[in-house]
């Protein structure tokens, strides 16, 4: 199929259209940059021209006239995704979906929402309708879209208490809208959600979405600082085990992340210690007390609700998930990351078998969540890149020791996840989009379910750099 860019244009015209280089490249880009790998094969990719519809009447408009004229459509929210989620490989149209942004209605324990509203904006909605807020969100709260955070994201703060997005009930319905002749309006509950959470926009546009809410606190974050990373480790650890505890983050960082990277705490941290953020709900300071009490090797530097530094830290949250990441990048550009699963059975065993295989090369940072109703711990490994070779080779030491590698270094479905096809997102893009133009190259087993994930998958319908 060869796109008529032109046509495509024309008949959008009277949309919110933006056709300026400069803005359509800006909103070509999420932050795919956190891998030099990624950053080397996609630097390059930008889009034909960008739409920001403002209702789903004008989605399915977007997607029939793009449809008509074989454009490829990838799906944006702010760009806040690490693997590439949001990057216009074949060009083509971005649907900026940012002007789609209403709270639509409050519930008991639900919320129904745009897909471009900020995450942030939800909770403040929230908070003053009812006192309810999200269960989770990503650390990049502040500048994410909740139709982002489901079509790309897994978790993150508040999964300690409530799991992952995929997890039962952690999404209640999603509206969904087909990439064909005629586009259609789809309703996605139980099991058929699945089809579309966490499938990077390439088998259908969120339009739509019900989240469950939790009651809403004035969390109290704390960091809390030990002279070894395994004490810290086996305390947010077992402190995610006492249920009457309410607690929203627990994340462990290995010396010297706190101290090189996280420049408002270093100062309050002593050489070679291990830091903990903690996000605890205010009636349960007293049983967190009570429980920090019994490790004596626990020093707390930090009280959101207490203490006076000269620099106010801000949310605490901003430091966990890939907000670490982040602070590092800006220190040492050469720092990079891995996502790692040590599961619910050894977590703390294998985390330190791990750490003696590398050494100072990985800096651990540990996020503390529930799996299938147990406690296990994740790591975003912060790497010190030297070549991608040896990031390969340092994935594949994980997956020989039992630790599973969600890559962040790859952009497509399979590769950032299990290695595996989902029966369930491919039957739905077979229906859904059958031209194969919703973000395009990101899903192996739609264009080679041969795939031997031997190595790197490469696009061959990726725009080249020399367009």
Request: net charge negative; proline share 6%.
């Amino acid at each position: 199929m060869t796109p008529d860019i032109a046509a495509a244009k024309a008949a959008l015209s009277h949309l919110d259209l933006d056709v300026n280089p400069p803005s359509v490249r800006a909103k070509s880009r999420d932050f795919f940059w956190y891998s030099p790998v990624l950053k080397d094969r996609l630097d390059h990719v930008v889009a034909d021209f960008a739409v920001s519809p403002r209702t789903e009447a004008e989605v399915i408009e977007v997607l029939r006239v793009c449809h008509a004229h074989d454009v490829p459509v990838t799906t944006r929210g702010s760009g806040t995704g690490n693997y590439g989620q949001a990057m216009p490989l074949a060009g083509g149209c971005i649907l900026h979906l940012n002007k789609m942004n209403a709270v639509r209605e409050i519930h008991p324990g639900r919320v129904i929402v745009e897909p471009g509203c900020l995450l942030k904006d939800i909770d403040a909605a929230c908070i003053a309708h009812s006192g309810q807020e999200l269960r989770m969100f990503s650390s990049t709260w502040a500048t994410a879209t909740i139709g982002g955070f489901i079509a790309g994201g897994s978790g993150g703060v508040g999964s300690v208490r409530w799991g992952g997005l995929r997890d039962l009930g952690n999404i209640i319905r999603l509206r969904v809208v087909t990439m064909e002749a005629e586009p259609r309006i789809l309703e996605f509950t139980g099991e058929e959600l699945h089809r579309v959470s966490h499938a990077y926009g390439t088998n259908g546009i969120i339009t739509e979405l019900e989240m469950p809410l939790a009651p809403a606190y004035p969390w109290v974050g704390m960091f809390l600082a030990f002279p070894d990373f395994a004490e810290a480790n086996r305390f947010a650890f077992d402190l995610a085990h006492q249920d009457g505890i309410l607690i929203k983050l627990a994340t462990v960082f290995e010396a010297p992340i706190a101290q090189d990277y996280f420049q408002r705490v270093s100062p309050h941290v002593r050489p070679g210690e291990a830091v903990v953020a903690l996000m605890v709900a205010p009636h349960a300071m007293g049983g967190f007390a009570t429980f920090a009490a019994r490790h004596a090797a626990a020093r707390l530097i930090y009280r959101s609700d207490t203490s006076e530094w000269e620099r106010d830290p801000g949310h605490v949250f901003e430091y966990g998930w890939n907000h670490t990441t982040l602070r590092a990048l800006k220190v040492d550009p050469s720092i990079t990351y891995l996502q790692v699963g040590y599961g619910t059975e050894r977590p703390l065993a294998l985390v330190e078998e791990v750490r003696a295989a590398f050494g100072p090369e990985l800096m651990q940072h540990i996020e503390v969540t529930r799996q299938g109703g147990a406690v296990g711990m994740g790591g975003l490994t912060l790497v010190r890149f030297t070549t991608e070779a040896r990031l390969d080779e340092i994935v594949r030491i994980h997956e020989a020791m039992g630790a599973m590698i969600f890559n962040p270094h790859r952009y497509t479905l399979e590769e950032g996840g299990r290695q595996a096809v989902d029966d369930r997102q491919l039957a739905f893009k077979r229906e859904a989009d059958p031209k194969g133009l919703l973000n395009p190259g990101k899903m192996i087993a739609w264009d080679n379910p041969d795939w031997a994930y031997d190595r790197m998958y490469a696009w061959p319908g990726m725009r080249q750099a020399a367009e």
